[in-house]
């Protein structure tokens, strides 16, 4: 979930079966996925799409999207409206740097905050946070290793560069210039999942899909299965759940803005008005 730079006041968001931009009042349909989980570039409601993953905009008019279920990156011009492959072989999963590259189900993307030109994706069937150059489009490896398998969320560090990645039940860290891979919090493992706040390594989540910074040592986390948001404090070691009003149906993406917190789940965003 973004703040659209195309359309003021909008926010986009995607939730597996439709990219859409909406102010609150006005949606605007972006893209959506073929019923029959096909692969087709063209303009508007011709290209077809399967299984969305995530998203992020590279420049005010352009959006690259993991098309998840078609094992690639897509770009989709707003002004024209036409989508088109970004990188990977889409209809061909598999594990290959360069152009077009190989991915195995991209989940989610995000712009390197130390270097722009350079996205980084989530390839969750290959335990790989990948890298893109949008100018060459070449494909790259940040890391690959088997502690990242079941890999959902992906965010940025602004301080240190580093990057924090929810697989499987728990949070990890990636370093940026060592590219070393260490559990902040959570149980790894099959059947680690559960519901405890506890210490950051006692604490357990159940299928942790976004994440994002709301302070420089805290992590909101969206605990999916769990329908809660989870606060990870790596200062206190702390893991707590953040009360909230309305009901929660298996959140998976978050936006923090001045003076709101934006939950993404199935098929709405909830809008919580932050304190001062």
């Avoid at 948001?229 to 998976?252: A, H, I």
Wanted: hydrophobic share 35%; charged share 20%.
């Amino acid at each position: 979930m973004e703040l659209d730079k195309y359309r003021p006041g909008y926010i986009i968001y995607a939730d597996r079966h439709v990219l859409m931009t909406s102010d609150g009042t006005t949606t605007h349909l972006i893209a959506e996925n073929s019923a029959q989980g096909e692969y087709r570039e063209g303009v508007g409601a011709v290209a077809r799409f399967n299984r969305m993953g995530g998203f992020t905009q590279i420049s005010e008019k352009l959006v690259v999207l993991a098309d998840s279920g078609n094992h690639c990156m897509i770009l989709i011009d707003r002004t024209s409206h036409t989508t088109s492959a970004f990188s990977g072989k889409c209809h061909a999963r598999g594990y290959q740097d360069g152009r077009p590259g190989q991915f195995n189900l991209p989940e989610s993307v995000v712009i390197d905050k130390r270097d722009k030109n350079q996205l980084l994706i989530v390839d969750r069937g290959n335990a790989a946070v990948r890298t893109v150059n949008v100018v060459s489009l070449a494909a790259g490896t940040f890391v690959k290793s088997d502690s990242l398998d079941t890999m959902r969320g992906i965010t940025q560090d602004e301080k240190s560069g580093d990057f924090y990645i929810t697989a499987l039940d728990s949070v990890y860290r990636i370093t940026y210039t060592q590219k070393t891979v260490s559990l902040i919090s959570g149980s790894p493992g099959e059947n680690s999942h559960g519901y405890r706040d506890s210490t950051l390594l006692d604490s357990q989540f159940r299928y942790p899909a976004g994440l994002i910074f709301i302070t420089p040592r805290t992590l909101l986390v969206a605990d999916f299965w769990n329908y809660k948001l989870r606060l990870v404090d790596m200062k206190s070691d702390k893991v707590t759940t953040l009360n909230v009003t309305n009901s929660l149906s298996g959140p998976f993406s978050l936006l923090l803005t001045n003076n709101s917190l934006y939950v993404g789940h199935i098929d709405s965003i909830v809008q919580y008005k932050c304190e001062k």
